[in-house]
DNA sequence: TCTTGAACCTGTAGCCGCTACAGATCCTAT
DNA sequence: ATAGGATCTGTAGCGGCTACAGGTTCAAGA
């Protein structure tokens, strides 16, 4: 890889092709375009885009860091970061921390609903409960202290 | 508990004091209103609504199950369960393994994640690697430096 | 009774990250 | 020249809320 070739815009690949190599959507590409996370293109005398090597490697970036979970602001982030050689590596390692952290939660929160309901649907496999229940679980009972809504 | 009273809609609270005995925002209720899966309530002679009991129940039931991740649209099919008592369990059951199909592919999604970033973000901090392992996995680069990915 | 001001009303728009059209135009192979 | 695939722009929708704006109602105190 050669970050130098973020540079490298010179029109080659329409949409469509630049879609199949990256697997990325031609909807979402232009959606990319829109938001400004990925630079405008050059067009064809018809106005189609034409994409260059830049292009390519920046967008194979946003789709791998999708994969891994970033926000699209994120990748923003990271994305100047990579473009800026001075200092990055302890910055984007702060983002990549924040959003570890992020995951980690996210993970702990679907183990919990994950242990509740796989005790619940056993509950409801055995048959010795006369209701059922997985309904019984979400009816549970109203707590009277519960606090308003913040804000 | 007693589902007897979902049918019981006896206008006694106001849209805040429900707010508060279920801890689900004034907004969301109407939110809930508007989709059809809170009825309508009665209302004062201004205008301003007025619950029962058994909407303080399907509240308190929809968020129970928001919390277990169940999108609107199964908590939708659930509170039909819930209300025809004669063959739930069943079916009931079987929107909860679907939902907890989906929870644990989003944990292993998850977890795959974690492993990559916390693994890169090790590498990052170590601080021997002169470019800064964490955008090279987003570019995609084979490190020539760095071992073949471990298994 | 009158007056506050908190609670409530309706309606609309925004959030994220796409996706799905419609209806027009372009590009390329035959 | 023509067919038909690729691309264009623009708008609207998804889920599940949240945040206003700008108005009305309710309940407690003077």
Do not use: W
Request: proline residues 6%; aromatic residues 4%; hydrophobic residues 35%.
């Amino acid at each position: 890889m050669d970050r130098k070739n973020l540079q490298d815009t010179a029109p080659r690949l329409p949409i469509g092709a630049l879609s199949r190599r990256t697997g990325c959507n031609i909807e979402t590409i232009r959606y990319y375009e829109k938001i400004g996370l990925l630079s405008a293109p050059a067009r064809s005398d018809g106005g189609h885009r034409l994409y260059g090597y830049g292009h390519l490697m920046r967008l194979g970036f946003v789709r791998r860091a999708r994969e891994l979970g970033f926000t699209l602001d994120e990748i923003r982030a990271l994305l100047r970061l990579a473009e800026d050689r001075d200092r990055p590596c302890t910055e984007a390692r702060e983002v990549a921390v924040v959003h570890l952290t992020d995951i980690r939660t996210k993970i702990a929160d679907l183990q919990a609903m994950e242990s509740v309901l796989a005790e619940t649907v056993v509950r409801c496999a055995d048959g010795k409960t006369p209701e059922c229940p997985l309904l019984e679980t979400l009816f549970g009972s109203i707590d009277p202290s519960a606090r308003p809504p913040a804000g």
